[in-house]
């Protein structure tokens, strides 16, 4: 933005409209406006920041620890000791109600628990229907229905949330206190599609094409020829299978991501309880395994590379760790309830392989394993898979939102934007914790952003600034895309500007996003923007409204637009969305969110 352009538009306008780059939503997210120039007045708002460690403590039999206090606790920013500011212990036994009289020789009254609002739970249940079959998802989806007709703790929010391939996401349904409405969802989600059975079947077919194929060791010099060509060819499958689940994990995890991101702008805790088939953490090892059990004796011969190594190409144990951090950084502890129905080489669906056995399937069921496992351990959370009952881990889940310790620390440094390890110990070295390996100090923006996609995904708005959003024409630029035109409105009077030798200064942060019917969720753009008043100016400036004008371009279906903005100097962050359809007349009136 040209700050004289502001500058001359505010003393002759009770609304001043500002032009921006077009931005691209869903299939193709826009790049961010350039920054600023070096001429623009900078300034920083510092927060005092407090750093919550939820910790779960067991004994050796592996129940909660109660009644332990800040002084048994001893915390560590890497690897430094420091003091704990704020300390809270939750666990499930009712209290008195304060200020509750009871009758001569009775017993007081139980009253509920009074939870903290930064205490109180969200709860997201993640079906990862991709990576599932629809016999194992129903069975888990059946233990999930009997864990939730136990009410957990009263106050708790609690989510469902679907994942069908890479940037499809669907929020089945919004955040509620009624556990039977979630029951009722999760009914409905079991009569869905789960698609987890098409990459067993592509592995499968890569397996029996290894059993079939001419013995590349034929006293047959033509079978002989044909079995070493098609070994390359398997090597070649594998090979662009291994891309194939890579690439697509890669998308999954960033949509998980993405809905992790949108959890940190959600005040208190939060957990996911991700249930999925589980995806190998190194996918085609143990099909190379299988390859090589056919053909590692001419595998120099063939001029392929090495099998062995070619194992660990796809490793996507960095991707899973970045995933772990996402969470830590959003105080947000994930269980994983990982069930499979995959190759049983042995069944009489599959038959006998010579080159799949028992060995190979445990491999690529303890891969599997291991990316369940990394998520829940990582982040204080815990992991059941493949288990005959789902309850145990359940019941552990349910004793973790009733019984844990919540400890706050203000940093010892300000690193914006750094992630720092974290440890706790009890002074009693018997007990057994679990709680976040990490957090990250965010930068303004990045909460900015969380609170942009809490908005878009969850429905979580807050409207202090007033902002409000039109819609106010389009056109087609592509096929199947429309250009829409928005007005991003607020007044003036809501921002807090720095006084200068001439002018008012201040600063405000836009971030613009969009999510279509299919779940697909752009990338977020953010947009800075410098605003700049002259001093005699400021009164008549105050009483006017700003409005922003940029451009969308959405696919030709059914549309949520969110759009966050910051107030830099004041701190002070807002969001509100509209639903837009292109093709459709623009709404007459402003679609816009009060707080």
Not at 93 to 105: H, K, N, R, Y
Not at 386 to 403: E, H, P, Q, T
Not at 447 to 475: H, K, M, V, Y
Request: hydrophobic share 35%; no cysteine.
């Amino acid at each position: 933005m040209n700050p004289n352009r502001l500058q001359r538009l505010a003393s002759l306008s009770a609304l001043v409209i500002l032009a921006l780059p077009a931005l691209a939503a869903a299939a193709e997210p826009a790049k961010p406006a350039p920054p600023p120039s070096s001429d623009d007045t900078f300034f920083e708002v510092m927060e005092v920041n407090v750093v919550n460690v939820d910790v779960y403590v067991t004994d050796r039999q592996g129940k909660p620890v109660k009644g332990l206090t800040k002084d048994d606790f001893v915390v560590y920013e890497d690897g430094k000791p420091i003091e704990i500011s704020n300390f809270y212990a939750a666990d499930d036994q009712t209290l008195t109600a304060e200020g509750a009289t009871a009758e001569p020789g009775a017993a007081a009254a139980p009253a509920a628990r009074q939870v903290p609002p930064e205490q109180q739970l969200h709860l997201a249940i993640y079906i990862d229907n991709r990576n599932l079959t629809p016999r194992a998802r129903n069975e888990a989806l059946k233990a999930v229905r009997g864990f939730l007709g136990s009410q957990p703790q009263a106050g708790n929010q609690l989510l469902v949330v679907t994942y069908s391939g890479p940037g499809s996401l669907n929020i089945e349904q919004a955040a509620t206190s009624d556990p039977g409405a979630v029951i009722q969802k999760l009914e409905q989600v079991a009569t869905s599609a789960a698609t987890g059975s098409f990459a067993q079947m592509d592995r499968q077919s890569i397996v029996r094409d290894i059993e079939r194929a001419p013995d590349p060791n034929s006293s047959d010099p033509r079978t002989a020829d044909m079995g070493r060509e098609e070994a390359r060819n398997i090597f070649s499958q594998i090979q662009v299978y291994g891309q194939q689940r890579y690439n697509e994990t890669k998308g999954g995890l960033n949509t998980f991501g993405q809905f992790i991101d949108s959890l940190a702008g959600l005040p208190g805790r939060k957990a996911v309880l991700y249930i999925s088939g589980g995806v190998s953490m190194r996918p085609v090892q143990a099909l190379y395994d299988s390859w090589s059990l056919r053909y590692g004796s001419i595998e120099q011969e063939l001029g392929v590379g090495s099998a062995r190594l070619e194992g660990f190409s796809t490793d996507l144990t960095t991707l899973y760790g970045k995933l772990a951090a996402r969470a830590n950084a959003s105080r947000v502890t994930l269980y994983s309830l990982g069930t499979s129905e995959d190759m049983n080489v042995n069944s009489a669906e599959n038959g006998s392989t010579d080159f799949w056995g028992s060995e190979q399937a445990t491999q690529e069921s303890s891969n599997r394993a291991e990316s369940m496992l990394l998520l829940a351990s990582s982040t204080g959370g815990l992991a059941s898979v493949n288990s005959a009952n789902y309850g145990v881990m359940l019941d552990r889940l349910r004793s973790d939102i009733d019984s844990y310790y919540s400890l706050g620390y203000s940093p010892s440094q300000r690193k914006t934007g750094k992630d720092h390890k974290i440890k706790v110990e009890t002074r009693d070295k018997s007990y057994r914790l679990r709680y976040r390996s990490s957090y990250r100090d965010r930068t303004a923006q990045e909460r900015l952003g969380e609170q942009t996609l809490s908005a878009l995904l969850i429905g979580q708005q807050d409207n202090p600034l007033n902002l409000a959003l039109e819609f106010e024409g389009e056109s087609r630029p592509k096929k199947d895309q429309m250009q829409v035109t928005l007005l991003i409105k607020f007044p003036m009077a809501g921002l807090v500007l720095l006084p200068q030798e001439n002018f008012h200064e201040g600063r405000v942060t836009l971030f613009v996003g969009a999510r279509d019917q299919e779940g697909r969720v752009s990338d977020l753009t953010q947009i800075a923007i410098p605003i700049r008043v002259p001093n005699s100016d400021v009164l008549t400036a105050m009483g006017q409204t700003v409005a922003y004008r940029t451009n969308l371009v959405l696919r030709a279906q059914a549309h949520t637009v969110a759009i966050g903005m910051r107030d830099e100097l004041g701190n002070v962050g807002s969001t509100v969305t509209a639903s837009y359809t292109p093709g459709q007349a623009p709404p007459a009136q402003s679609a816009s969110t009060s707080p």
